[in-house]
């Protein structure tokens, strides 16, 4: 083969890259936290890596932002509604639309990540509205308030689910007294179906997808109950209440606050939900359509900034009461915690390229984290100057940038090593 024949081969297989990299949703392609960048720096200069470009005005937010070749999406809060705004890859504005009402009760900022899907972006407003939005010009193509046409129940906060979309059909879970979750057509918002009602009020989570043994599983996390839902009809494959675990210690909120998305991998699903109540791992069975209960830990309750898994073993933030917070890691396949220590402070957390980015929910700190199962360091830190509020937002990695989101304001970071 000779070198005109592999350079064409490479310009053919670009796009085909381009296109993998356009799945941007909550927490990453596989909903996990999980970035499959490489050739990332392996630390940081003393003050940070190079910021690129900054943006400021986008409103109120706690929902991360969801890239791809062409734009930068970001949902946020404006007076009583929320807005998405798209930015270019220099930082500038491009436009904003208003999309939906926003949540009016405690921490009332925006909190569902865009799902940029073919050429369309769908978001889920702080009041349960679906909307189908134009990557391209920003003008809203279906908007169906599911919340309010199904008498969904959330609690103190709102709604907080990120959209998923799989098999041409969006999934939201209003909860409440006449269904459990919902499925849209992307191309309509026409329903598609409806669920059985388990009759239980939403958690503060996005829902997650996985194939085992060739059983298609959407998996949430209600109030009280982890539930799989077949996506092609919507039928309950299994649930288990998970507010009957014992062994964790009674909150004043308990059992409501849900507050990350389960974890799959390998057939086995993780939930820790902080507030000092059990995390626990559930198998899969009988090809999928039930689970059974495999083990708990009550050291590694994350409050809500995720947790990722490397190599066989879980890493995270626990909680300790107030803000306080130490750092874990425990054995994916038999929940043993490998050692807990003091590092930064509870807050959010993803990888790349093997390494583990954490973001500092109390100052506003970005470190990079060199993670083993018999220790954790920190490599390098620095701290992001702009933006107001809680520092919720998880991080997100694309094409060797690094985008945090605080508040108002977007920041991306250099982080490309190559």
């Known amino acids: 083969m000779d070198n005109r024949t592999i350079y064409i081969l490479i310009i053919m297989l670009i796009p085909m890259a381009c296109e993998s990299q356009n799945v941007s949703q909550w927490r990453g392609q596989d909903r996990n936290g999980s970035y499959y960048d490489n050739g990332l720096l392996d630390s940081w200069p003393e003050d940070g890596p190079d910021l690129l470009w900054s943006a400021e005005g986008v409103g ?24 998405l705004t798209a930015i270019d890859h220099s930082g500038n504005i491009q436009w904003k639309t208003p999309y939906g009402k926003a949540w009016n009760g405690g921490y009332p900022a925006a909190k569902t990540t865009p799902n940029v899907h073919q050429g369309k972006v769908y978001v889920i ?8 939005i134009d990557a391209a010009n920003g003008n809203i193509i ?14 103190m906060w709102g709604v907080c689910e990120s959209p998923l979309i799989v098999d041409n059909k969006v999934f939201y879970m209003p909860g409440g007294n006449k269904t459990t979750m919902v499925a849209l057509n992307i191309d309509s918002g026409e329903i598609v179906w409806e669920s059985e009602c388990v009759g239980d009020s939403t958690a503060y989570v996005s829902p997650i997808y996985f194939e085992f043994k060739g059983q298609k599983t959407v998996v949430t996390l209600s109030a009280n109950y982890l539930m799989g839902f077949n ?3 919507g039928n309950i494959l299994w649930k288990y209440k998970y507010y009957d675990l014992k062994g964790g210690i009674t909150h004043q909120y308990h059992p409501i606050i849900n507050t990350n998305s389960p974890y799959y991998y390998d057939g ?3 939930i820790t939900k902080g507030y000092n109540h059990l995390a626990a791992m559930f198998g899969l069975i009988d090809n999928g359509t039930g689970v059974e209960l495999l083990w708990t830990d009550s050291i590694l309750d994350v409050h809500h900034g995720g947790v990722v898994m490397i190599d066989g073993y879980v890493y995270g933030a626990n909680t300790l009461g107030g803000r306080n917070s ?33 973001y500092k929910e109390s100052n506003g700190e970005v470190a990079l984290i060199d993670a083993s199962p018999t220790d954790s360091k ?34 991306a970071y250099n982080i490309d090593g190559r």
């Open 326 to 358: 130490n750092w874990c890691c425990l054995e994916w396949s038999s929940g043993n915690i490998m050692y807990e220590s003091e590092l930064l402070g509870r807050g959010s957390v993803i990888t790349a390229d093997g390494k583990i980015y954490f």
């Open 142 to 155: 279906w908007k169906v308030p599911v919340y309010e046409d199904f008498e969904g129940y959330a609690t």
């Open 60 to 83: 109120d937010g706690y929902s991360s932002v969801s890239v791809t070749n062409n734009l930068v999406y970001i949902t946020g809060k404006e007076d009583s509604l929320e807005l």
């Open 268 to 270: 086995q699903i993780y």
């Open 231 to 233: 996506p092609d009809n």
């Open 125 to 132: 407003s702080g009041q349960g509205e679906v909307v189908c």
């Open 378 to 411: 920190i490599v390098s830190k620095f701290k992001i100057p702009l933006g107001n509020g809680p520092h919720w937002a998880h991080p997100v990695i694309f094409d060797g940038i690094l985008y945090i989101r605080h508040g108002n304001a977007v920041m």
